[in-house]
């Protein structure tokens, strides 16, 4: 190979650059921007834990639909055995009832429309 030092010099440019943006977050510690939704209420838990709504909130609210429209259930057991009324206006817009500071922040920021409010409405808030 006559031409290994320029292909081994071309691989470690290539690296560097490719791995660039690692290190610089690791370094500056700046990490790229993620949305932090506003949360205004008295309760102290949500229907489940934080971590897991976060991932799986969507799946629990096409959970409660499929119980409360297919099935007539509306009781929601959690897993700490506290029970709740599955109900996406009712339960959960009690606390989170500003669409546009909490759904809408999150949901535009990962480019993801919402079809809640083809069938719901907004509460309204005193």
């Known amino acids: 190979m006559y031409d290994a030092d320029k292909i081994i010099t071309g691989l470690i440019i290539f690296l560097c650059l ?3 943006p690692i290190y610089y977050n690791i370094a500056t510690g700046k990490a790229a921007y993620r949305p932090e939704p506003k949360i205004v209420t ?3 838990q949500c229907v489940e834990s934080k971590g897991y709504m976060r991932a799986k909130h969507m799946d629990l ?3 409660w639909r499929e119980s409360v429209v297919r099935e007539g259930k509306r009781v929601y057991v959690a897993s700490d055995g506290k029970q709740y009324t599955m109900s996406l206006v009712d339960t959960c ?5 500003n669409k546009a500071e909490f759904c809408d922040l999150c949901h535009n920021y990962v480019g993801i429309r919402l079809n809640c409010w083809s069938c719901h409405t907004l509460p309204k808030r005193d």
């Open 18 to 20: 490719i791995t660039f």
């Open 42 to 44: 008295e309760e102290k």
């Open 61 to 63: 609210l096409e959970e």
């Open 93 to 97: 817009m009690r606390c989170h009832w």
